[in-house]
């Protein structure tokens, strides 16, 4: 996980403790630093580095250090747990990313609400979303970090991303012990594998052939539910608007990285990126055969 002196940063590092401690994997809690540097105004002119690389490092190791100090004094995790810490010089998005093809789960802290993405969830937790090879955590500040969820919500379509998301859903509500809400936000039209070219459906045989399809890929999706409470919620609407209103900020909501809608060329989808932004409590993007769920 990513660790800077900010609320979201540490309200992460709680979370991180908390699913080191479910799933058995150790922490890598990382600050990445850059040279603070003073532009003189005229542009490749009067650059002056104002501070020597070698504090700038030790100054890192001293931030992630307390840091992680502190965290384990609030949680008092399992004695056995492995907690490791490491300074990168480099673009925060980028020093993460790069060690995410190691991580089991990527955590990144979320900021309060701005005007535009950079803003709301900071630069690098923007980057490590579109581009992280692992699942990401994303934790705004102002979440309960230090509790098992209410319940593990999961957006389901019939995307690869989604069935993805929806096994990593099935194993964190088994380690939290709480129920397991699958959603499925529907449309006034076919489900997949229906053609309605020839007339629109109505309302009643929509919603009918879409909870057939819901029914039937929950079944080959989670063929083994057993031990997790699994709920179904088919509901009519915009599936962020759906999935923002269900998961409350208790809950831990999971979604797939990119759904059938949109540009394939998008690496990150609407619905991804809406849920990212505006959840109440944690949010987890999942990539397509990337649920990493063995330590």
Do not use: I, K
């Not at 070698?54 to 992630?64: E, G, T």
């Not at 747990?81 to 490491?86: E, G």
């Not at 109505?202 to 029914?215: D, V, Y």
């Not at 209103?245 to 394939?264: I, N, Q, T």
């Amino acid at each position: 996980m990513g660790v800077e002196d900010s609320e979201g940063s540490q309200a992460a590092l709680d979370q991180a403790l908390l699913q080191a401690e479910l799933t058995g994997r150790p922490v890598l809690a990382v600050n990445a630093w850059t040279y603070p540097v003073w532009g003189g105004g005229v542009p490749g002119v009067g650059y002056e580095v104002l501070q020597p690389p070698l504090d700038s490092a030790r100054a890192a190791q001293q931030l992630v250090d307390g840091l992680v100090e502190d965290a384990l004094a609030r949680r008092a995790p399992d004695p056995g747990l492995v907690v490791r810490t490491q300074v990168e010089q480099g673009d925060p998005g980028r020093v993460l990313v790069a060690l995410s093809d190691q991580a089991g789960l990527l955590l990144v802290g979320g900021r309060a609400h701005g005007a535009v993405l950079s803003t709301l969830l900071g630069s690098a937790t923007t980057y490590a979303l579109h581009r992280a090879t692992c699942p990401v955590m994303v934790v705004p500040h102002e979440a309960p970090t230090l509790v098992d969820p209410a319940r593990v919500v999961v957006g389901l379509d019939d995307s690869a991303s989604s069935r993805s998301a929806l096994r990593w859903g099935l194993d964190a509500a088994r380690r939290h012990g709480c129920p397991l809400v699958v959603v499925h936000a529907w449309v006034l039209a076919a489900p997949p594998g229906r053609d309605w070219a020839q007339h629109l459906p109505l309302p009643e045989q929509s919603e009918a052939w879409t909870r057939e399809w819901f029914e039937r890929e929950l079944a080959e999706v989670l063929p083994d539910r057993r031990g997790v409470e699994v709920r179904m919620a088919l509901v009519n609407g915009g599936p962020s608007h759906v999935l923002l209103d269900v998961a409350g900020a208790d809950d831990l909501l999971v979604l797939g990285s990119r759904g059938r809608g949109g540009f394939a060329s998008l690496v990150l989808g609407s619905v991804a990126t809406q849920c990212a932004q505006h959840a109440r409590g944690v949010a987890v993007v999942v990539r397509e055969h990337e649920e990493r769920l063995e330590p």
